[in-house]
């Protein structure tokens, strides 16, 4: 459904931890995207990765981190930086960023802090 | 940074009436105006885009224009229906960050 999946699909975590969210991806894209989803905020972009073991902030990076040791992962890690981490991830992917193409994103992770 | 901004953030309409959303955005090299439906407890999924080097862009229902010179695209949905009830997502890709930069979204109601 798509090629690219998030999990958990659910996460919940105490004040303090650091946690990893999953996203993988089969379509052979070279570029990946985090994104947060608070309500009445639209998308706003964590990290970014153009290509495997390169990636840059996005407009919301502190309190996360990321890697991508491979082309079909990007773990996104919210650590215990990160102040109000309660929210849904999602994560994206596309051919590359110089072509103009359609992003396809996973279906999501709602993390709660409790 | 790119800067989007998307009206209004809800909107209801009659069943067969036509739905408009509005975007603006401040880079003036972006070049790639996606435009994105999340139905309730899903994913975004593309529904149409536009480039720079077109000022209109139609699928069946669904149209797109784009007015460079004032940088501001629109999504029309003419004759819609209660499955076009969703949060809709204009985006632009920046020339300079080559990052996609979402507006904040809208919530359209079609009411039967």
């Known amino acids: 459904d798509g090629g690219i999946t998030q999990s958990p699909k659910y996460l919940f975590r105490k004040e303090g931890q650091n946690v990893t969210l999953s996203c993988e991806q089969n379509?052979?894209?070279?570029?990946m995207y985090w994104y947060r989803q608070d309500p009445g905020q639209g998308l706003r972009l964590i990290y970014y990765?153009?290509?495997?073991?390169?990636?840059q902030k996005g407009d919301i990076a502190e309190g996360y981190s990321v890697s991508r040791e491979k082309k079909e992962s990007f773990p996104l890690t919210v650590t215990s930086a990160q102040k109000n981490p309660t929210a849904f991830y999602l994560c994206?992917?596309?051919?590359?960023?110089?072509?103009?193409?359609?992003?396809?994103f996973g279906q999501g992770t709602r993390l709660t802090v409790v | 940074g790119e800067n989007v901004e998307q009206h209004p953030s809800t909107l209801s309409v009659q069943e067969g009436d036509s739905a408009v959303i509005k975007c603006t955005y401040s880079?003036?090299?972006?070049?790639?105006f996606p435009w994105y439906k999340q139905e309730l407890g899903k994913r975004p999924q593309l529904i149409i885009d536009?480039?720079?080097?077109?000022g209109e862009k139609k699928d069946q229902r669904i149209a797109v224009t784009l007015n460079k010179t004032a940088k501001h695209f629109s999504l029309h949905i003419t004759e819609t229906q209660p499955e076009d009830s969703a949060v809709y997502f204009c985006?632009?890709?920046?020339?300079?960050?080559?990052?996609?930069?979402f507006g904040s979204g809208t919530q359209l109601t079609v009411l039967p």
């Open positions: 994206a992917s596309s051919i590359n960023q110089v072509q103009n193409t359609e992003a396809f």
């Open positions: 379509l052979n894209h070279d570029a």
């Open positions: 990765s153009q290509i495997v073991n390169d990636f």
């Open positions: 880079d003036s090299a972006s070049n790639y």
């Open positions: 536009i480039r720079s080097n077109v």
């Open positions: 985006a632009a890709l920046s020339g300079s960050a080559r990052q996609l930069t």
